[in-house]
């Protein structure tokens, strides 16, 4: 027995067309694939990430900004990876697939507190070659700021961190928007 093939008319085209500018699909700009070169820019920040990886000292204020950070709101989720992260690593960070292996709670530190003690835990965890580590910063609001201030400060000193490869906020049970997954570079890599 054949089956014949039903081939679509105007109609049936124009239906799905619509569909599809219904939904908000764009066409795609350009048919060409991506070779996978990497862009300048993404070549400079690699450059940058490497001279902070071999910069051996540490000035007195540590390597996290204390300035102005991007507010985030409690419920927020955050996420943020290196461009040449693999995209399977940092799905399975995402899905907390990826165990960790110590973690670090922030709750009832100052900011410079939690600054110093995030930069001391990271530097240890990276010492002992931990790959995954789970950092909890609360949702909490400043008392003096109309935002979360840990979570928005832990947010800016993980991006600056030169061993951090990748976080993401944690699934509900290790904590949600309220922590962190922290990805680690490997030890001598």
């Known amino acids: 027995m054949?089956?014949?093939r039903h081939l679509p008319d105007d109609d049936d085209i124009n239906a799905f067309r619509q569909a599809l500018q219904a939904a908000g699909v764009r066409r795609?700009?350009?048919?060409?694939?991506?070779p996978g070169k990497p862009r300048k820019a993404d070549i400079a920040q690699a450059v940058r990430r490497q001279a902070a990886t071999e910069t051996n000292t540490l000035n007195a204020t540590g390597?996290?900004?204390d300035g102005r950070v991007e507010a985030?709101?409690?419920s927020e989720y955050l996420e943020f990876s290196l461009p040449d992260l693999p995209w399977r690593v940092f799905s399975q960070l995402k899905r907390g697939q990826t165990a960790w292996q110590a973690g670090l709670d922030l709750h009832g530190y100052t900011l410079e507190e939690a600054r110093a003690e995030l930069e001391s835990f990271l530097r240890d965890a990276g010492a002992e070659g931990l790959r995954c580590v789970?950092?909890?910063h609360g949702k909490a609001w400043g008392t003096t700021a109309?935002?979360?201030v840990l979570k928005s400060h832990v947010n800016a000193?993980?991006?600056e961190w030169p061993g951090v490869l990748a976080f993401c906020s944690a699934v509900e049970l290790d904590g949600?928007?309220?922590a962190l997954y922290v990805l680690l570079r490997k030890r001598g890599a």
């Open 2 to 4: 054949t089956r014949r």
């Open 28 to 34: 795609i700009e350009t048919n060409r694939a991506d």
């Open 134 to 136: 789970l950092v909890v």
């Open 146 to 148: 109309d935002f979360p």
């Open 72 to 74: 985030v709101r409690p």
């Open 176 to 178: 949600g928007t309220g």
């Open 63 to 65: 390597r996290t900004s």
């Open 157 to 159: 000193w993980l991006r």
